[in-house]
């Protein structure tokens, strides 16, 4: 496995990515001679139809359903935006 500090990543990151995305290369990178992340390549995901089934509005309606769990009863998407933009 190929290992990069920091450094060499900001200076030469187009061409470190590249071996990742064209050769399939997994890249460490490493901060003080540590290992701090690992660069992979990613699998193309093949969306899945079913006969009838439309899958982008099945996968909203999932994300939707999660994102329901955690939501705080009586707030608005626009008064949770805000507030994630006033913590930054």
Known sequence: ????GIRELKQHTSEILRKVRED???IQVTYHGKTIALLV???PVEPVM???ENT???NL???A???SIYW????????AVHEARREL
């Open 1 to 4: 496995m190929i290992s990069v």
């Open 24 to 26: 399939g290369k997994e």
């Open 41 to 43: 390549p990613v699998k």
């Open 50 to 52: 079913d006969e009838g």
């Open 56 to 58: 982008a509005w099945t």
């Open 61 to 63: 309606d999932q994300l």
């Open 65 to 67: 359903a999660e994102i």
């Open 72 to 79: 705080q009863e009586g707030l608005s998407a626009s008064e």
